[in-house]
Nanobody, 122 residues
Framework: VQLQASGGGLVQAGGSLRLSCAPS????????VGWFRQAPGQERDFVAA??????STHYADSVLGRFTISRDLNTVYLQMNNLKPEDTAIYYC??????????????????WGQGTLVTVSS
């Protein structure tokens, strides 16, 4: 499964962006999907995840209340509001075939997108 992440860009602090992640040539049916991010010089960290069954979600504490993960059959979105300079990072989407699971660790995911850069200026 090839994933295509898009929607990154440059935004001022307090602004919003919406990232998208879509699989090439198929749908996200029966896949759990997550977003991770990697800031310069830092490790890649969990941001948000969504389960296929029931679309329940989970967030890192640092983004709770500001970011929202959602999906339709073909795309998973990450709506990012009230962005802060510390949100600057390359954002990656990831997927794993799972009907009822929700995952927070990088090692749980089998497929990764190429990343999209989000830069938040102060």
């Amino acid at each position: 499964v090839q994933l295509q992440a898009s929607g990154g860009g440059l935004v001022q602090a307090g602004g919003s962006l919406r990232l998208s992640c879509a699989p090439s040539g198929r749908t996200f049916s029966n896949y759990a999907v997550g977003w991770f991010r990697q800031a310069p010089g830092q490790e890649r960290d969990f941001v948000a995840a969504i389960r296929w069954a029931g679309a329940s979600t989970h967030y890192a504490d640092s983004v709770l209340g500001r970011f929202t993960i959602s999906r339709d059959l073909n795309t998973v979105y990450l709506q990012m509001n009230n962005l802060k300079p510390e949100d600057t990072a390359i954002y990656y989407c990831a997927a794993v075939r799972s009907y009822n699971g929700i995952y927070f660790e990088q090692g749980d995911y089998d497929y990764w997108g190429q990343g999209t850069l989000v830069t938040v200026s102060s």
